[in-house]
């Protein structure tokens, strides 16, 4: 969840892989914060013991499985490498990392958000790494879509989305859409939705029938943002929300699309669609609420399919938002998981370097999806004959990507569009701003961001 960047749809990812590279000869390694080609070295078992400190946000269920495994995997290849791990939750990631990078005892290695409140900040303030030379050196910019590493680009003074160094690789693949158990669709005499519309008369439905259409925790308010851009992807054209979401010049929110779905969410918080209290509860434990049945749809990523899994067996599906008539394909937030990244300050970078390759490479690719994750890439090829919540990702990533748009998380924008837009979304679903407000409100913080 997750991040991030620049106005371009995602391309297939079937046919990819990440695949290590034969091992160059070992050099000398450097520190340098500015190192060159000439310094990479790709075989680190003959280096000096040290440890690699690594932070992440891999900290739920099958996501901490994954991280796990490879570690493990890691330190028995480089016996000469000890990995520091330090789990954290998202939020607490966010919070922390800015600090941490600009000390002396931060991470070697760090997921990153992609969005300019975060990368974007930390490539302006020199406390990134350019991963080129090893990009070169690994293969990653042959083997992974140009589209997927524009995700993680950005010119060296960090004012560019989407062009210019490579700052991160990522592992996984997301998408924002729809998870509901078939037993309580079952309850409520209903299928699920083929179309937008016959989603949305399904939440009256249920809402008429006494149940809880929609599951929602806001206090954070990024999850607020989510379900934004599933009803604004309903509603609105891809070119538009790109532009927007990138940050880039050249769109408005005041159109009649983005108009529509601010009526749109805010009639569903009118009506009672969502769990009551939804603005003042957390992300964990509604999600938490809803695999023990207590509302019939959740709108989140795919990254909470093994979480779900793991407390709902096989009564949870995910499918992605259903085609609306307002749109000319299926359409929905996604791209990539958070990429990780390395620290200026990192003991040895080709250490780092070495890392991050390993966890991305193919037989990484196995390993997440063998953990349920959605790996970035070859994707399909892991489905097989799965008919969980598991193979419902996994292939709803694969249609996303090559039949679908793939629309950026709206916080991407600017360094505080995540804080802009969640509280305006927060003040609109609380019914204390009307939806025309809350697109004059944005369009403020839009035209603030692209003069920059």
């Not at 000869?25 to 400190?53: C, E, F, M, R």
């Not at 078939?182 to 209903?190: D, Q, R």
């Not at 207590?294 to 709108?299: K, Q, S």
């Not at 969640?422 to 025309?436: D, I, M, R, V």
């Amino acid at each position: 969840m997750k991040h991030w960047y620049r106005a371009v749809a995602i391309t297939a990812m079937a046919a990819l892989s990440v695949g290590a590279l034969s091992a160059c000869a070992p050099q000398k390694s450097s520190g340098s914060s500015d190192q060159q080609t000439a310094d990479v070295v790709t075989d680190i078992s003959k280096l000096p013991k040290q440890t690699l400190t690594v932070w992440d946000q891999e900290s739920r269920g099958g996501q901490n499985e994954q991280m796990e495994k490879l570690n493990k995997k890691f330190q028995e290849k480089y016996p000469n490498i000890q990995i520091k791990r330090v789990s954290k939750s998202y939020d607490d990631l966010t919070t922390t990392l800015a600090l941490a990078l600009s000390g002396d005892e931060g991470p070697d290695v760090a997921q990153t958000d992609n969005a300019r409140s975060m990368m974007g900040k930390f490539v302006s303030a020199k406390q990134l790494v350019s991963l080129e030379p090893w990009a070169k050196a690994y293969g990653w910019d042959k083997n992974y879509s140009a589209d997927i590493l524009n995700y993680a680009r950005y010119s060296a003074d960090g004012k560019d989305f989407g062009t210019g160094n490579l700052y991160g690789l990522p592992q996984v693949g997301e998408s924002v859409g729809i998870y509901y158990a078939p037993s309580e669709l079952k309850k409520y005499g209903l299928e699920a939705p083929k179309t937008w519309e016959e989603f949305t008369k399904e939440l009256q439905t249920i809402k008429d029938k006494g149940g809880t259409p929609l599951m929602l925790g806001n206090v954070e308010q990024w999850p607020g943002i989510h379900v934004w851009g599933v009803v604004e992807g309903a509603n609105e054209k891809a070119n538009t929300i790109r532009t927007l979401g990138f940050g880039n010049k050249g769109a408005s929110w005041i159109t009649e699309g983005n108009t529509k779905a601010a009526e749109t969410l805010a009639n569903w918080a009118k009506r009672g669609y969502f769990n009551e209290g939804f603005n003042g509860l957390d992300y964990d434990s509604v999600w938490q609420s809803f695999s023990k049945k207590e509302g019939v749809f959740l709108i989140a990523g795919s990254w909470l399919a093994p979480d779900l899994k793991a407390g709902m067996k096989d009564d949870v599906k995910f499918i992605l938002p259903p085609k609306s008539e307002n749109v000319d394909k299926t359409q929905t937030t996604g791209g990539t998981g958070l990429p990780f990244t390395i620290s200026t300050k990192a003991k040895d970078k080709n250490v780092a370097a070495a890392y991050i390759d390993f966890i991305t490479n193919q037989d990484a690719m196995k390993v997440l999806a063998e953990t349920g994750n959605v790996p970035i890439n070859n994707t399909a090829s892991y489905v097989g004959a799965k008919t969980d919540v598991t193979a419902d990702v996994l292939t709803a990533f694969e249609e996303l990507t090559t039949k679908g748009n793939v629309l950026p998380y709206m916080n991407y924008a600017s360094p505080t569009m995540d804080k802009d837009l969640g509280a305006a979304l927060q003040s609109l679903l609380a019914g204390e701003s009307t939806p025309e407000k809350f697109i004059e409100t944005m369009e403020g913080h839009y035209t603030k961001a692209i003069q920059r």
